[in-house]
């Protein structure tokens, strides 16, 4: 079962990745947002099969899925301000946005190399 939470699902052995998840638990200060990697049971055995492939990010936002800018830009929106306010750049058109994105996606491993899965409260993860 999904819960009713935002959800977010990240490249467990991406360091870039490992460290916006805990950027984002630092500043989620009510602490809504659980976590996942894709490489977990749970999101193999939840996401939906048409994104299985995706191999950043992931969000959840209780109700719908989200993929790469349009991911990114729902996470901010879900967090305090003055992060929710990034949101407002979904008037960039999302193809110019998702290009910057699939650039730093496909180098992420080579700009900022790959470790461990981030270490959070097992309270937040979905395993």
Same mark, same amino acid.
């Given at each position: 079962?999904?819960? $009713? ?25 009510? $602490? ?29 936002? $209780? ?31 999302? +193809? ?8 730093? +996606? ?22």
């Amino acid at each position: 079962m999904i819960p $009713g939470k935002p959800i977010l699902v990240y490249d467990g052995p991406c360091t870039l990745c490992n460290r916006m998840v805990q950027w984002v638990y630092e500043k989620d200060l009510g $602490g809504h947002i659980l976590f996942t990697s894709l490489q977990s049971k749970w999101a193999k055995t939840h996401v939906p099969t048409a994104l299985q492939k995706v191999d950043s990010v992931l969000f959840f936002d $209780g109700t719908d899925w989200y993929t790469k800018s349009d991911a990114v830009l729902y996470l901010l929106r879900s967090l305090p301000r003055p992060w929710h306010s990034f949101f407002e750049l979904r008037i960039i058109p999302r +193809a110019l946005r998702d290009v910057a994105y699939d650039l730093i +996606a496909r180098f992420r491993y080579q700009l900022f190399g790959k470790g461990h899965c981030a270490l959070l409260p097992t309270d937040r993860v979905l395993d």
